[in-house]
């Protein structure tokens, strides 16, 4: 078989084909705890339209659209993935844990499983912090269970945009 | 439970155990063509030690080591990873295949499949391509199969280090 590339207007029908063959069954939500840098919130926006994600929730220091980065990099997906600021995050998580969704942690920590291991339920909430600081401890204590990326290398972490994608991805592909 | 941070020395060896444990059994490497911005090609450096890719060829138009922005984002790990520069991308593939590896392309491309229920070999090498313009016809025709990320908003593809990262680690996890 060759392949070939696909452009234009059968592009966009090859993907509106598959996701109506194949629609997301999972509820899937994620709350940003001071994500700092708007390039990291503009990636996240992108995959959260890709993933139809059903909220983003920014919390703390974490900017907010209006902001040309987040347009730039996350390709104007703001104006149309739900998303919503809270400045608590404890705030935010109790709501969103009084709808019913699981909240899950993506943090190397001290009960921390492996992300691929782990049996997600079909409503959850993907928890992810700030670049360096990661979770604060108030945050990890309010989540439900934690997952981590193993790094089989030098690094001890993979870009936060990086990681909840692969979680995201993951979980879309799983349940 | 109460999930409590890692952090410094325990967290080193919380990830040193587990990949000890679970160390990798896939032999993986890729090739970008082209991938034209160095902050792309930095993350892909980090990814590349994270998942530790056997190797990582640079071709075409693709910014090379030493580069300010390639080092910053990829934590400095292009002084790790094995990687080289090959000005043909037909030549590295063909090197490759040589090798023993099959040659996968992540394209959305007739004929692609979705990643996640491709069987994968346990040598594979990842193909990426330009960030606008993706593979060419050519490096296309020369790849033995090609693989895509569903997308279920209004989007029509996720950023290329981001779609690698989550094949990469959807390989590591399944194979």
């Not at 920590?109 to 691929?116: F, I, K, L, N, W």
């Not at 600081?133 to 269970?145: F, N, P, R, S, V």
Request: hydrophobic content about 40%; some cysteine; overall charge neutral.
């Amino acid at each position: 078989m060759t392949l070939k590339p696909l452009l234009g207007t059968p592009l966009k029908r090859f993907l509106r084909d598959y996701k109506r063959i194949h629609p997301v069954s999972v509820e899937l939500a994620a709350v940003l705890q001071s994500v700092e840098y708007p390039a990291n919130v503009g990636s996240i926006f992108r995959l959260a339209d890709a993933a139809a994600l059903t909220e983003l929730v920014l919390t703390g220091i974490t900017p907010t659209p209006p902001n040309p980065t987040i347009e730039k990099v996350g390709r104007a997906k703001s104006l149309r993935v739900p998303w919503r600021y809270e400045r608590e995050p404890s705030v935010a998580l109790a709501q969103l844990k009084e709808q019913g969704y699981q909240l899950i942690a993506i943090e190397l920590a001290e009960g921390s499983v492996p992300y691929h291991t782990f049996t997600y339920p079909e409503k959850c909430c993907l928890v992810v912090g700030h670049e360096d600081h990661g979770l604060t401890k108030a945050t990890l204590a309010q989540c439900e269970a934690a997952v981590f990326l193993p790094m089989y290398g030098q690094g001890l972490s993979l870009n936060v945009h990086v990681a909840l994608s692969v979680v995201v991805y993951h979980i879309l592909h799983t349940v």
